[in-house]
């Protein structure tokens, strides 16, 4: 049982529509941008009512991995931050880009002008970005660390501080983001339930590891969560998976 409220670095793994980021700030590297829209609009077939979502990001793709990539990229932002008094949201990961796995490092797209001052250090530092290219938008698995801040609601039900949109459903198993996909496209096929965009969560608690469901919708009912909840027990049993 988590306790109330409790804050730590959460690994979330997600599939997005990418493409490359054509702007004055992108320094010469390549940036892929997320879509600005959520998927479940597409699902539901319901209007695209939605301008803009918070959950809009940059993803400034690196050429070669090198050691404690997220752990010294982590470190070393927060150093450039305080030192050039920067506000940027930086969560460092990885992300497939041509069938193959790059590590990546995403930022919000509201934080494009402080990007300059930010490449340049991080060259500085060693890290090796790849070169600006044509890239066609197409789906790509993203994964990436974010400190993130939990509030227990009910029913071991947890919501992000930062973005009330953003909940978070513990689940009993340690799943691969394949299963993971069936389960949501399951769920979304075969109930009322297709308002809300899911990505894959793992946490290092230290003394303890947790895997949780995280779903996205400006349009979801905190009271309906349980029956999410529900659902995805439902498919965790109905899968046979492991340790359940």
């Known amino acids: 049982m988590l306790s109330k409220d409790f804050s730590c670095y959460a690994c979330f793994s997600t599939k997005l529509m990418v493409a490359r980021f054509p702007?004055?700030?992108?320094?010469?590297?390549?940036?892929l941008e997320s879509s600005p829209y959520?998927?479940?609009?597409?699902?539901s077939g319901f209007p695209g009512n939605l301008k803009s979502v918070?959950?809009?990001?940059?993803?400034?793709?690196v050429k070669k991995p090198f050691s404690c990539f997220q752990d010294r990229v982590i470190r070393y932002s927060y150093k450039i931050m305080k030192?050039?008094?920067?506000t940027l949201h930086v969560s460092p990961g990885q992300i497939t880009l041509q069938n193959e796995t790059h590590p990546c490092i995403r930022i919000r797209t509201e934080e494009t002008a402080q990007l300059k001052?930010?490449?340049?250090?991080?060259?500085?530092?060693?890290?090796?970005?790849?070169?600006d290219k044509k890239i066609k938008p197409y789906e790509a698995l993203i994964q990436f660390k974010r400190y993130t801040n939990f509030k227990n609601t009910d029913d071991d039900i947890f919501i992000d501080k930062e973005n009330s949109n953003r909940h978070f459903i513990p689940i009993p198993v340690d799943i691969d983001y394949e299963t993971f996909e069936k389960m949501i496209k399951d769920i979304k096929n075969n109930c009322d339930f297709h308002m809300f965009d899911a990505s894959l969560v793992y946490l290092n608690c230290g003394d303890r590891f947790v895997d949780m469901v995280?779903?996205?919708?400006?349009h979801c009912e905190e009271r309906r969560l349980p029956e999410l909840k529900k659902s995805l027990d439902e498919e965790v049993k109905r899968l046979h998976l492991p340790d359940y």
């Open 38 to 43: 959520p998927s479940y609009i597409s699902w």
């Open 117 to 131: 001052p930010f490449i340049t250090t991080l060259k500085q530092l060693g890290i090796q970005f790849m070169a």
């Open 214 to 218: 995280s779903v996205y919708s400006e």
């Open 83 to 86: 030192k050039m008094d920067l």
């Open 23 to 31: 702007s004055e700030h992108n320094e010469g590297i390549l940036i």
């Open 54 to 61: 918070k959950d809009h990001h940059l993803y400034l793709v």
